[in-house]
């Protein structure tokens, strides 16, 4: 935009300095070309006095000798035919000239052809050469003193153009900064309205945006906490209902205690200060763990199930807790839309810049993959939340999911992820300034 501005400035100034430098420059060479011929008009207005009195060749010669121009640039046309010093000019031009005074061009310069009515009907011509030394003396000195001031008025405009370019372009490059780190996920980030009015007036209300973003986002944490605390009361009566002993009563009881746990792992999670995704873990170690409470689960529906490619580590930048709910939704889906004794399959798989989550089943698969992924869209008994929140963490890790069909017959889910390195850790609070200050 600087750029721009400048480029605007340096046309309109020079078009404007045109428009009145060349008339001027014009105006100076005609000006020093009436001067140089005022002068030799002076000069053979001095050569009058002499034809009055006296028509002799050689007093007239002297009178030529004794002005300041000498006889080298005057000469005196009589009739007859009879010249009197150096002419310059055709006979033609002579002749002319006894009828009315004139200028003509010579090399070397400009010859004024001056007539003269002396007494006794007698008629001469003055002849007064101007060098073109004398035509264009001081005509090169003001057209660079013009051109001075033209150079001098471009880069003056193109300086302030410059100036307030600089400042639109700081005021609108900080306002673009703030607008990305809020989109990247700093509430915080606010910014000092500066430039003109209209960014001026662009920042404060950004400034009122990111509050109210903030407010609306608190305000969601909050009634997630809330919601989710009201749910420990179910839980409590649900864990006291629980008796007996055997191996399905204790099943019972370890899932209460991961419900209980996911409960109170989304309560701190509400009440933290939004952030981006923490540092990472590997997608092996959670998917590994997330089994041991599956596995169980899948032996008493008696449903065949495999973890394949968990053996190695696959590092991703998603928090364990994150991405042991993504599992959870994922696996909680092929229990709660397929037939018990369906079988399904997990596989991790890593590339060389993403790591791969395939959650394959044997069901009856999904009719509208694209529909189940957007938020909200719900069977019966579904929610329509479960891939929508593998979606968000995935999209947010660098990476996607897509519905696929499995190699077992049914649905295959597939999640990928950006590989290696976490997510940087924001300031908690940041303030975009204006420089130089």
């Known amino acids: 935009m600087r750029r721009s501005l400048a480029l605007v400035a340096v046309a309109v100034t020079a078009m404007v300095a045109l428009a009145f430098l060349i008339p001027l420059a014009v105006a100076v060479q005609e000006i020093a070309e009436s001067r140089a011929l005022a002068e030799a008009e002076r000069q053979a207005s001095m050569i ?15 009178a030529l000798a004794s002005t300041p121009a000498g006889a080298g640039r005057l000469a005196v046309h009589l009739s007859g035919d009879r010249t009197i010093g ?16 004139r200028t003509v061009p010579v090399s070397g310069g400009y ?8 007494d006794s009907g007698r008629r001469a011509v003055i002849e007064a050469y101007a060098p073109e030394a004398d035509v264009k003396k001081g005509v090169t000195t003001s057209w660079a003193v013009l051109t001075a001031v033209a150079v001098v008025l471009v880069v003056g405009s193109v300086v302030v153009a410059d100036r307030l370019g600089a400042r639109v372009v700081r005021a609108a490059r900080r306002l673009g900064a703030a607008a990305t780190s809020l989109g990247a996920g700093d509430l915080s980030v606010r910014i000092e309205p500066d430039g003109p009015p209209e960014l001026v007036a662009a920042g404060q209300a950004f400034n ?6 903030a407010g609306l986002l608190a305000a969601e944490r909050e009634l997630a906490a809330d919601l989710s605390h009201r749910l420990r009361t179910p839980l409590t009566a649900l864990r006291l209902n629980i008796g007996g002993a055997g191996p399905e009563a204790e099943q019972r009881r370890l899932a209460v205690e991961r419900l209980e746990e996911a409960v109170d792992e989304i309560i701190r999670a509400a009440r933290k200060p939004a952030r981006p995704l923490p540092g990472g873990c590997d997608a092996a170690d959670v998917l590994r763990e997330r089994f041991i409470f599956w596995s169980a689960l899948a032996e008493d529906q008696g449903r065949p199930w495999r973890l394949a490619g968990a053996d190695a580590p696959g590092r991703v930048p998603v928090g364990a807790a994150d991405l042991g709910a993504a599992i959870d939704a994922l696996l909680g889906n092929v229990f709660r839309h397929t037939p ?8 991790l798989r890593r590339r060389a810049d993403m790591v791969d989550i395939l959650v394959s089943d044997a069901g009856p698969g999904i009719d509208d993959p694209e529909g189940a992924l957007r938020r909200g869209h719900s069977g019966a008994g579904s929610t329509g939340l479960g891939l929508d929140i593998v979606r ?24 990928w992820l950006r590989a290696d390195g976490g997510a940087p850790d924001r300031p908690p609070r940041r303030l975009l300034r204006r420089r130089g200050r």
């Open 86 to 101: 150096s002419s310059r000019v055709r006979a033609a031009d002579v002749a002319a000239a006894f009828e009315r005074a």
């Open 111 to 118: 010859v004024l052809l001056r007539p003269v009515a002396l």
């Open 208 to 213: 009122t945006m990111a509050d109210q973003v």
């Open 48 to 62: 009058v006095p002499a034809l009055v009195v006296t028509d002799d060749a050689a007093a007239l010669e002297r």
């Open 392 to 415: 968000r963490l995935a999209e947010a890790a660098g990476g996607g999911v897509r519905i696929e069909g499995s190699e077992l017959g049914g649905a295959c889910v597939h999640v």
């Open 340 to 347: 018990q004794g369906t079988a399904f399959r997990v596989t």
